[in-house]
């Protein structure tokens, strides 16, 4: 048991010394962990704050390539560096870059831009003309999901409270208990810096008006 579910038995009221319904193994263990996986998972797109950087050698007359990162999924890319000639890749679309030009793909070169082809394909334009030099690549990723309690929980410490009160709000929702539910919701996403505050008051809807001066009067004039 990590310290995530250990924070967790202890606000849902479990002894976390020797329990008794939520012992590992168990489905509603297993529930909880989900969860907390959920959170995981969740919070790592919402803020972004997992990041890593891949060195991928670039073949000849080669376009597309896997990311194959060994314990996260890669979740969006912020730089793609070209070692040999110290450039950044610019980042386009691939639908627009087929549009432009349907033979894109026989131009080859000095690679200048990139785009991502579903969650781990990696394209670049144009095709390399030697074997010879190499591209970094930063992502901000998704980690793994964890299975066992010495697995390691990715994710920062300032954090670790949200991913509690999401785990600790499906408990409660999965109960039918609604009101409780939404209150670790609410501090989940206060955890996350998302809890915007609307106002109570009805919205406005601003227009242009004029006025004009008629036989004395003054007549007001709406759109």
Partial sequence: MNEIETH???????????????????????????SIND????????????????????????????LNFTSEYVSWITQVW????KRRLTQVDFV???????????????????FMVGEN?????PAP???????????VVVPFRYEEDIDRVKLRDQFKWAAVHYAVGE???????????????????KGLGLNEQYPWSAEKNYQYQSFKQTGGKVEEVRP
Avoid: C
């Fill in 129 to 139: 003309t030697a074997s010879t030099d190499m591209l970094e690549i930063k992502a």
């Fill in 8 to 34: 967790v038995l202890e606000m849902i009221g479990e002894n976390t010394t020797s329990p008794d319904v939520f012992t590992e193994g168990s489905d509603s263990f297993d529930q909880i962990r989900g």
């Fill in 171 to 189: 408990y409660y929702a999965s109960r039918g208990d609604a009101k409780r539910a939404l209150n670790f919701h609410k501090a989940y996403m």
């Fill in 39 to 66: 959170a995981i998972e969740e919070i790592s797109l919402f803020t972004g704050g997992l990041k890593r950087s891949y060195k991928l050698p670039i073949r000849k007359d080669v376009n597309f390539y896997r």
């Fill in 96 to 114: 627009g870059l087929r549009s432009d030009n349907p033979r894109w793909l026989y131009n080859s070169g000095s690679p200048t831009s990139y």
């Fill in 121 to 125: 394909i990696l394209g670049i334009h």
């Fill in 82 to 85: 070209l070692y040999g000639v």
